[in-house]
């Protein structure tokens, strides 16, 4: 396994791609993911926020299922949409710089 493919595992999608000197997409991959995970942590950090509120105002005891029940019942839609997304940005940013990686290899 080479650099370019360690980044794109280990860093953020779209690293290995700028490594390997595919700006445009390796670029286009960092914009996609970060936008992506920037809604992500937006909605997980409204749930936290309702959930907080909810606990503050009502003086339910802070335990586990009482938690639990209250993630349950939040709409979880744009967060597993936003995860989805992030999921396959990074799958293809790992494949596509192995790929890319393999071939300029060969053409050595």
Known sequence: MNKA????VL??????HL??????????????SAVA???LVYNLVQRAM?????????????DIMTISDMLNQTDT?????ATTILLI???????????IS???NRNK
Do not use: H, M
């Open 19 to 32: 490594l390997l000197k595919k700006y445009r997409t390796g670029f286009s991959l960092i914009i996609a």
């Open 89 to 99: 940005l990074w799958v293809f940013s790992i494949v596509d710089s192995y790929r």
């Open 37 to 39: 995970l920037s809604i």
């Open 77 to 81: 839609l744009q967060i597993r949409i």
């Open 5 to 8: 493919v360690l980044l794109s």
């Open 50 to 62: 309702e959930i907080i509120n909810k606990v503050q105002s009502s003086g339910v005891q802070l």
């Open 102 to 104: 393999r071939n300029q």
């Open 11 to 16: 860093v953020f999608p779209g690293s290995g």
